[in-house]
């Protein structure tokens, strides 16, 4: 089933927004995620707010979704207001955005140009499954404004993207990057996953050298989660396949930035890599450096200015409440100082670029020593004010921000 929504405050039915939020509006960065929450069938790992035709049911479709995404796009911009907002990152995420037709996307796309503008040069991004796209579909996004491209590998063996419960194969992604590329995509991303029940070192590492053979400039490697309410947790709990395992998980990381390393990739988050500072994805920077985003479709959640909320989850739902001219907001929370601190602090730290060491609380101060006696931080950079994790701070980095924050 999807995922559950948080609790939080009753979002009014205009969308209004906090005085709080809306301060500063326009002189932080700002993008727009856009949810395109449909699927031909759903992984076995997932717990996105994904939906296929069978659990769709009345009152949604593919058909109908994009003058529903648009709807809250002229939405975002009355809540906003007339500040100047130009967009300088859009990303289509899922679910499977490809599934609408691309006219669709670039539809939508154009409305967010329409009511905001984008920024010159701004980065527009689509996820797609492998085999979601052909040359024709690929040009027709390219031709309608789309700059990137980010396809879900996960893996080059045929039985570990079985136990993912992912169709298309092994071979399929590296043939769509070729296509991305003859389309006039610069930028390509590939997503892979590590740790899945049934793979192998040898299976990871050529994993590993298939998405490198394929060229992109950027590739995401995180490590399977077990998500209570997926097919593969109730796998694992009958008995079927193992858990994974944390220290298997951890030499697939080590694994992982060696291999991309020698390729010519550099880490700038903890589970991103890209071949050049261009390459990176400047959506998910936005994220990690405290900008404002708005984001459309059932479940999305967005923030601005500290103030975060998240729409209803059914697209049927979400079509209702638009269709009568209300916000599709569930609920909100308006984001303590200290929480945003904690968050900047959890975030930032993840990057290459670090943290500054000043802007630490006093009270964490025997922790940060204990860290860089540890091996946890670059000695340099510590030198030079920034907390720059190392490669097993990397390992650690979530040890280590709950000790920071405690």
Known sequence: MPSTLPDGDAAPASGELPDSALRGVGERPFGFYVHVPFCVTRCG????????????????????????????????????????????????????????????????????????????????????????????????????????????????????????????????????????RAA?????????????PGESDDDWRASLAAAIEAEPDHVSAYSLIV?????????????????????????RYLIADAMLAEAGFGWYEVSNWATSDDARCRHNLLYWTGGDWWAVGPGAHSHVGGTRWWNVKHPAAYAQRLAAGASPAHAREVLADEDRETERLMLELRLSSGYPLGEVAPRARTAVAAALGGGLLEPEPFKAGRMVLTLKGRLLADALVRDLVS
């Open 227 to 251: 998500e209570e309410g997926t097919r593969l947790a109730a796998r694992i709990r009958r008995g079927e396949l193992p858990m994974p395992d944390d220290d298997v998980a951890a030499d």
């Open 184 to 196: 006039g995509f610069e930028h390509v991303n590939l997503d892979l996953i590590y740790s899945t």
């Open 45 to 180: 790992y997932c717990d996105f707010n994904t939906y296929t035709a069978a659990e769709l049911g009345p009152g949604a479709s593919h058909r109908d979704y994009a003058d529903a995404a648009i709807a809250e796009v002229r939405l975002a911009r009355r809540v906003l207001g007339d500040a100047e907002l130009p967009v300088e990152t859009v990303f289509f995420g899922g679910g499977t955005p490809t599934l609408l037709p691309p006219g669709d996307l670039a539809r939508i796309l154009a409305a967010i140009d329409a009511e905001f503008g984008l920024r010159p040069g701004a980065e527009v991004t689509t996820e797609a499954n492998p085999e979601s796209v052909d040359p024709a579909s690929l040009a027709r996004l390219r031709e309608g404004g789309f700059t990137r491209v980010s396809f879900g590998m996960q893996s080059a063996r045929e039985h570990v993207l079985k136990v993912l419960d992912r169709h298309h194969t092994s071979g399929r992604a590296a043939q769509a990057v070729r296509e991305a």
